[in-house]
């Protein structure tokens, strides 16, 4: 079955770079996900990795994808106190919109 | 403004009192669905409906029932909650028309609290 796996936690200090990490199983997920989840608030889309690619950079946020490894990863160029939050790796199971979450990676800057 | 919203953002009930969480999507989406968020288990699906009557469970829907009369509108059901059902809920809406990936947007999450 899909199963997403990250790990729950990260501490970075502000200006350094953030890497977020994430494994899944479904070879036939077509498009890979990361959300953040600000303290209260519901899940934004932040980017999205189509799986022929292998990296995607948009603005400071850089995705890798190693399709053979099946392993996905976010890194956070400059991270700041506004990127503290939860972020969730994910991967869509059909062409309706079912994603596959990961447990998420809580990531807190510090000054 | 496209949006997904769901009511209440938080309740408190008691056990066995039947409650029911709204969701309406303005985008004309027909995909919709219930997660449902818990410390290191991420976001799981309750159930998920494809068009209007058309619903089937997801990968925990026990003690869960929901219903799909009007497009933009899916509630989730629980007829008798329990404490096990204390959770983050989000409600999401996705359409497989949207090209190239279906992206789904997000309610902003009811808080519930089953004493």
């Known amino acids: 079955g899909e199963d997403v796996e990250q790990s729950l936690f990260l501490s970075v200090r502000e200006g350094d770079s953030s890497v977020i990490n994430c494994t899944y199983t479904d070879s036939s997920s077509t498009y890979l996900y990361w959300y953040k989840q600000e303290p209260g608030a519901g899940l934004q889309l932040l980017t999205y990795i189509f799986s022929n690619m292998d990296m995607k950079q948009d603005q400071r946020l850089t995705v890798l994808l190693n399709k053979k490894d099946k392993h996905l990863s976010l890194r956070i160029a400059d991270t700041q106190t506004g990127d503290s939050a939860i972020y969730f790796c994910a991967e869509n199971v059909d062409s309706w919109g079912k994603l596959q979450f990961g447990a998420g990676t809580q990531v807190v800057v510090t000054p | 403004e496209a949006q997904v919203t769901q009511n209440p953002r938080y309740l408190i009930t008691v056990t066995g009192k039947k409650l029911t969480v709204t969701c309406s999507q303005n985008m004309n989406h027909e995909y919709m669905s219930w997660y449902r968020q818990d410390p290191g288990l991420g976001l799981r699906q309750i159930y998920y409906s494809m068009n209007v009557e058309v619903t089937d469970k997801g990968d925990v829907p026990e003690g869960y029932k929901v219903s799909r009369k009007e497009k933009r509108n899916f509630p989730l059901i629980l007829e008798s909650p329990s404490p096990n059902q204390t959770s983050l809920y989000f409600c999401?809406?996705?359409?497989?028309?949207?090209?190239?990936?279906?992206?789904?947007?997000f309610g902003q999450g009811t808080r519930l609290t089953v004493v």
């Open positions: 999401a809406s996705s359409s497989p028309r949207d090209l190239p990936h279906t992206e789904a947007f």
